[in-house]
């Protein structure tokens, strides 16, 4: 096992909590879909779905670990696409920490390397931090990040 068993409630649902193993440098994908490109005054962009959290309980953004992938001996480019999910962007955990974010493990049966972020998503933070602190890791064809 990568990490230990991260903390659950009684649903057994991962509860927000900072992996302790996961480095400043380490890094943390988001998978992004055709329909998170937007067009904006003649130009496509990344939407705003790319940079909220889910609706789940504790609301936490789904996202993938580098350093699991690569791990378990997979290239993070290759892991994080398929036909759904056509580019992804790349942060660093310790600009999201920063930024007052917790990150942690939330393996699913079909996603061992999957992890959440977790923490206040105010609307600017959605807007023009997140967007900032992203670069490209599986880049879209004539699509910006912000």
């Known amino acids: 096992m990568p990490f230990p068993q991260p ?10 909590y900072n992996e302790a193993q996961i480095q400043p440098t380490d890094g943390i994908i988001r998978r992004i879909p055709a329909n998170w490109i937007v067009d904006d005054k003649g130009r496509r962009r990344l939407s705003s779905m790319a940079f909220k959290p889910s609706s789940d309980r504790y609301r936490g953004k789904s996202v993938d670990i580098e ?5 378990q001996g997979d290239d993070p480019t290759v892991y994080v696409t398929t036909p759904r999910w056509i580019g992804s962007i790349r942060y660093e955990a310790g600009n999201l920490h920063t930024a007052g974010f917790c990150i942690g493990w939330d393996p699913l ?12 998503f105010t609307n600017d933070q959605i807007r023009n931090v997140l967007p900032k602190m992203a670069s490209w890791l599986v880049p879209i064809n004539g699509v910006d990040i912000y």
């Open 7 to 16: 903390p659950r409630d009684e649903f057994g649902e991962v509860t927000p």
């Open 109 to 120: 049966p079909d996603n061992p390397c999957h992890g959440a972020v977790w923490g206040t």
């Open 67 to 71: 350093s699991l992938i690569i791990e």
